[in-house]
């Protein structure tokens, strides 16, 4: 296996870790009712299993996107190719910032739906770095 069937690999596992968390966050956000007065993590974290693996599995969504940013500089697949990696990176944290404030803000909607926009962006930044990394190995 060579270092362009990591890189594919790992942003597989990114896509696949972000759909796991697309519909963990639709539960969360359909099912799960966080308690007023909530305002630490502690309090988060205990307030649902679910809403306990959505935060858990965001750290690790950052880490394994993080990493494939590195596997894709190492790699060389191209500019471009590299910085739509970094932009998945940065979109990530984006919908985790906006999580957040839809936790501290009583579950707005609206962070609800920069949450799946920035999904939506991510997911199509990783395809992007997916092209390239199809296209450095050929």
């Keep these: ?7 594919t690999q790992s942003l ?8 796991i968390q697309f519909l963990l966050g639709m539960y969360v956000n359909l099912y799960v009712s966080i308690p007023s007065g909530t305002n630490s993590f502690a309090d ?8 306990a693996a959505h935060i858990i599995l965001a750290f690790f969504i950052i880490l394994a996107d993080f990493m494939a ?8 697949i191209g500019n471009f190719h590299i910085f739509s990696v970094m932009l998945s990176l940065i979109t990530i944290v984006a919908a985790g910032i906006s999580g957040l404030l839809f936790l501290m803000a009583g579950q707005g909607n609206i962070y609800s739906y920069l949450m799946a926009f920035f999904f939506l962006i991510s997911f199509a930044f990783i395809g992007f770095g997916m092209t390239g990394a199809r296209k450095a190995k050929s």
Aim: hydrophobic share 60%; charged share 20%; net charge positive.
């Design 69 to 76: 940013l590195f596997m894709a500089i190492h790699a060389r």
């Design 12 to 19: 597989r596992l990114v896509s696949l870790l972000l759909l």
């Design 44 to 51: 988060y974290m205990s307030a649902s299993p679910v809403l």
């Design 1 to 7: 296996m060579d270092k362009y069937d990591r890189l």
